[in-house]
């Protein structure tokens, strides 16, 4: 069974500039979850979507960040403009339902310079 | 929120078991443990979970007390790909967000 895809694995931008990640999750899984990383500390959770609906975006800067899910499958996450603090991993993962395991990618590393 | 505490490291040589403590002593009686680990510039990898019972995979053992507020993985002859940060996490039971803490540093020692 395939894992979870991302792409890129890594993105170097300058400040100000825009960047969208990509992530294709684990086939039927109907949770998509989006997580940021920031160096020495624990992932947190930015959005969830349950098929193409948005669960949670509380903590989300939704006057930079965007994700959108089409189609209930892949997802796109987006950051315009980055700022220095967005450097971090972003990572996705995906579960079958809104509970029970969840499953990462391997992440996308930005560095915002 | 149910908030565990793990400690922040721990050392295990090579071939032997590692026991990795974890407290939660707000657990509420329908929430679940779920262990999860994150190797070196890898993405987090779901170990196990469990409610009251003991549960075992072919990763690890689950092992919970009584009253359930503790409880210890158990990688049984641990390897050096066994490296990594392990997450001890209680998501809540309203909507089973994924609240990651700093976790245990695991180093396996040749």
């Known amino acids: 069974e395939a894992g979870v895809a991302q792409s890129p694995r890594y993105k170097i931008i300058e400040k100000r500039q825009s960047v969208a990640f990509w992530c294709n999750p684990i086939s039927g899984h109907a949770t998509l979850y989006w997580y940021q990383q920031i160096l020495g500390q624990g992932p947190k959770l930015l959005i969830q979507?349950?098929?193409?609906?948005?669960?949670?975006d509380s903590q989300l800067p939704k006057d930079r960040f965007s994700a959108e899910r089409l189609k209930g499958v892949d997802s796109t996450l987006k950051i315009q403009p980055a700022k220095l603090e967005d450097s971090a991993v972003y990572l996705c993962a995906s579960s079958l339902g809104l509970a029970g395991a969840q499953y990462f990618g391997a992440g996308t590393r930005l560095s915002v310079l | 929120d149910a908030k565990t505490t793990q400690p922040p490291s721990m050392d295990c040589a090579e071939g032997r078991a590692a026991n990795l403590p974890c407290n939660h002593s707000?657990?509420?009686?329908?929430?679940?443990v779920y262990w999860y680990r994150q190797i070196h510039s890898q993405g987090p990898q779901y170990i196990i979970h469990?409610?009251?019972n003991n549960e075992t995979n072919e990763m690890a053992s689950l092992i919970i007390t009584e009253d359930r507020k503790s409880s210890t993985l158990i990688l049984p002859h641990a390897t050096l790909r066994d490296t990594a940060v392990y997450y001890c996490?209680?998501?809540?039971?309203?909507?089973?967000?994924?609240?990651f803490g700093k976790g245990t540093l695991l180093t396996v020692n040749p």
């Open positions: 469990g409610l009251k």
């Open positions: 707000t657990i509420s009686g329908n929430e679940y």
């Open positions: 996490i209680v998501p809540r039971y309203r909507d089973y967000k994924l609240t």
């Open positions: 979507f349950q098929n193409n609906g948005v669960v949670d």
